[in-house]
């Protein structure tokens, strides 16, 4: 599965020969969504604007953003950092598309801990549980529950499909209480293998696109991308600005 999210970005890396209009008008755009749809199906329409960096456009696919220049020969993958303001503008741009892309999923197929009276804050978090510091994080979200923030679990076994920390994601997913079974397997407890339709593979295909490198990583309503533990009391101080 991994290998395929992979060959997925290098395939849309390689359509630079499919953008090399100037000024996009409504018929050449949907000639390039109708071309990005023939390479990956199943891929998000693709947002072309054009960058502040003069003769570069801006291409968003999903939450991955790359830059090509204006007659389709040049690609860029990396940041675009603005020198007089110090801002990564392409993390900017990233954060967005995140953002965009996490008010798609259903929260339904999620482990949510509701905030203890009014929500003031939502983080989604990426979690693994076979890691420590995943566990770590889960002990603190009490803390986090109380101080108006909600957690949302998405699944990420890091060890891949099929393995014994998959198994145990889908055997959560899969429980008729999710929650207290989380927190069950959290603490090291044996979780009863269960099977059934669930998001697993899922979370772990949109990890990749949301360009989740470890676990935990908390992805902010901003779309902000933290990648690691962070403490309970240094993330409420965070949201709080």
């Not at 890396?13 to 749809?37: D, G, M």
């Not at 993958?77 to 392409?90: C, Y």
């Amino acid at each position: 599965m991994k290998g395929s999210i992979i060959k997925k970005s290098v395939w849309v890396l390689a359509l630079s020969a499919s953008l090399v209009s100037q000024a996009f008008s409504a018929e050449e755009y949907s000639a390039i969504q109708a071309q990005l749809k023939k390479v990956i199906p199943d891929a998000p329409a693709a947002q072309i604007t054009p960058s502040p960096f003069p003769g570069v456009y801006q291409v968003s696919v999903g939450p991955m953003v790359i830059y090509m220049s204006k007659d389709g020969q040049y690609l860029l993958n990396g940041d675009l950092i603005r020198l007089d303001t110090r801002e990564n503008l392409t993390e900017l741009a990233k954060a967005s598309a995140r953002k965009s892309e996490l008010d798609k999923i259903e929260e339904s197929t999620l482990i949510v801990y509701p905030a203890q009276g009014e929500q003031k804050h939502r983080v989604t978090v990426f979690t693994d549980i076979d890691c420590p510091y995943c566990a770590k994080l889960h002990k603190e979200i009490p803390e986090l529950n109380k101080a108006g923030i909600a957690v949302r679990y998405m699944a990420h076994p890091r060890s891949g499909l099929a393995t014994p920390s998959y198994l145990k994601a889908v055997s959560v997913w899969c429980s008729a209480d999710k929650g207290k079974t989380m927190d069950e397997a959290m603490k090291g407890g044996v979780v009863e293998p269960k099977t059934c339709k669930n998001p697993v593979e899922n979370h772990m295909m949109q990890a990749e696109l949301f360009g989740v490198n470890g676990t935990p990583n908390i992805v902010l309503d901003s779309g902000e991308l933290l990648p690691g533990y962070v403490p309970a009391k240094e993330l409420i101080k965070l949201l709080a600005k």
